[in-house]
């Protein structure tokens, strides 16, 4: 039973990552973890023969920290992005300043080998995250803003279409359900009373959208390692006039497999994403020259480039459940600014196999 469980709880613990990106949308997070699981059930072909538990049930837990401003690869302190009267105003300065921003993501994920080459999934996140700002608005001098509810619900297919006895070659395509809430709203500088909170404050993306995941995979009795190439293709605009940006990413890893039920591992990626595109008009104020308030509602200030290091450990606990800590952050940032960054990401997944 350890040669049939031990190869899919490992990869289980592979496919469950959860990695973050800077000033994400906190449904980009859902998404991604969602991406990387077509390189699950890194199992041989003998094993794949013997093995009856066809079903994968895990719930995952996962929390994100934004601090630090950046412009490009140039880090920018709190007041060098707060913009105050008597200043000249720039496209790099505002008068609404988020601070810390924090992000969780619980995630029940579904999977069923259909056959040994071809795996069906469902994602299923609840999103909630906090937003502390500073600002020159009179009684909001610093102020928080919230929000939570069901994410972008997504449904997944890896399809394994080339395999040796010790390696194999994944391809995987899903779809992604708009879902999640992109009407939050909350009480902010720009007027009165509760209005629409910017992107960083929506749980979902509004639109239809297409995870796509190409992996080679190597394994052996003392470790395992692969690569991936992974993407995700927004369609369309969402009915506040916005899309968020396509997502790439290329990265590697190894994980050691000598240590008995303790599994560690690391990875590295390589992440690009765009700006948003269109802009909700409800987030901008009339000043034709600076319309943005804060950088979380400049639809430029999103995306850009990032290197992750993650690192994890896995144990399997009884053959059949299985447990993963992770803590990840970036070694490199070049992000369209001024937008925060990730600080650090930890996620903790319990999952088993029936």
Same mark, same amino acid.
């Given at each position: 039973?350890?040669?049939?469980?031990?190869?899919?709880?490992?990869?289980?613990?592979?496919?469950?990552?959860?990695?973050?990106?800077?000033?994400?949308?906190?449904?980009?997070?859902?998404?991604?973890?969602?991406?990387?699981?077509?390189?699950?059930?890194?199992?041989?072909?003998?094993?794949?023969?013997?093995?009856?538990?066809?079903?994968?049930?895990?719930?995952?837990?996962?929390?994100?920290?934004?601090?630090?401003?950046?412009?490009?690869?140039?880090?920018?302190?709190?007041?060098?992005?707060?913009?105050?009267?008597?200043?000249?105003?720039?496209?790099?300065?505002?008068?609404?300043?988020?601070?810390?921003?924090?992000?969780?993501?619980?995630?029940?994920?579904?999977?069923?080998?259909?056959?040994?080459?071809?795996t069906l999934r469902l994602s299923v996140p609840y999103i909630k995250q906090s937003s502390?700002?500073?600002?020159?608005?009179?009684?909001?001098?610093?102020?928080?803003?919230?929000?939570?509810?069901?994410?972008?619900?997504?449904?997944?297919?890896?399809?394994?279409?080339?395999?040796?006895?010790?390696?194999?070659?994944?391809?995987?395509?899903?779809?992604?359900?708009?879902?999640?809430?992109?009407?939050?709203?909350?009480?902010?500088?720009?007027?009165?009373?509760?209005?629409?909170?910017?992107?960083?404050?929506?749980?979902?993306?509004?639109?239809? *959208? #297409?995870?796509?995941?190409?992996?080679? /995979? !190597? &394994?052996?009795?003392?470790?395992?390692? +692969?690569?991936?190439?992974?993407?995700?293709?927004?369609?369309?605009?969402?009915?506040?006039?916005?899309?968020?940006?396509?997502?790439?990413?290329?990265?590697?890893?190894?994980?050691?497999?000598?240590?008995?039920?303790?599994?560690?591992?690391?990875?590295?990626?390589?992440?690009?994403?765009?700006?948003?595109?269109?802009?909700?008009?409800?987030?901008?104020?009339?000043?034709?020259?600076?319309?943005?308030?804060?950088?979380?509602?400049?639809?430029?200030?999103?995306?850009?480039?990032?290197?992750?290091?993650?690192?994890?450990?896995?144990?399997?606990?009884?053959?059949?459940?299985?447990?993963?800590?992770?803590?990840?952050?970036?070694?490199?940032? *070049? #992000?369209?600014?001024?937008?925060?960054? /990730? !600080? &650090?990401?930890?996620?903790?997944?319990? +999952?088993?196999?029936?």
């Amino acid at each position: 039973m350890r040669k049939i469980f031990n190869p899919l709880i490992a990869s289980l613990f592979a496919a469950s990552s959860l990695p973050a990106w800077s000033q994400t949308v906190p449904s980009d997070l859902a998404e991604i973890s969602m991406e990387e699981l077509f390189s699950a059930n890194v199992v041989s072909t003998e094993e794949a023969l013997q093995r009856s538990k066809r079903w994968h049930l895990s719930y995952r837990y996962g929390f994100s920290d934004f601090e630090q401003h950046y412009v490009g690869t140039q880090k920018r302190s709190y007041q060098q992005v707060l913009w105050t009267p008597g200043e000249a105003r720039t496209t790099e300065n505002y008068p609404v300043v988020p601070t810390e921003i924090r992000q969780e993501v619980q995630a029940l994920l579904v999977g069923y080998d259909y056959s040994s080459d071809l795996t069906l999934r469902l994602s299923v996140p609840y999103i909630k995250q906090s937003s502390d700002h500073i600002s020159i608005v009179p009684g909001y001098d610093e102020f928080n803003i919230s929000s939570s509810g069901l994410g972008d619900i997504v449904t997944f297919a890896d399809y394994t279409f080339l395999k040796t006895i010790n390696s194999r070659w994944r391809a995987g395509v899903g779809l992604s359900v708009p879902t999640g809430s992109i009407d939050e709203q909350g009480d902010t500088p720009r007027a009165p009373g509760n209005q629409q909170l910017p992107y960083t404050m929506q749980v979902g993306s509004g639109t239809w *959208d #297409l995870p796509l995941g190409l992996a080679y /995979e !190597k &394994y052996g009795e003392m470790f395992r390692w +692969g690569a991936d190439l992974r993407a995700t293709i927004r369609t369309g605009e969402n009915d506040r006039d916005y899309r968020l940006g396509n997502k790439f990413s290329a990265g590697g890893w190894l994980s050691f497999s000598q240590f008995g039920r303790l599994k560690p591992s690391l990875r590295l990626d390589y992440r690009w994403q765009d700006q948003i595109r269109g802009h909700d008009q409800t987030l901008s104020v009339p000043n034709p020259s600076f319309p943005y308030p804060a950088p979380v509602a400049d639809p430029t200030a999103f995306g850009g480039e990032q290197i992750e290091l993650t690192l994890a450990l896995d144990f399997d606990i009884n053959g059949s459940w299985f447990v993963r800590g992770e803590y990840s952050e970036p070694l490199w940032l *070049d #992000l369209n600014g001024p937008q925060t960054a /990730e !600080k &650090y990401h930890f996620a903790l997944t319990l +999952g088993t196999a029936f």
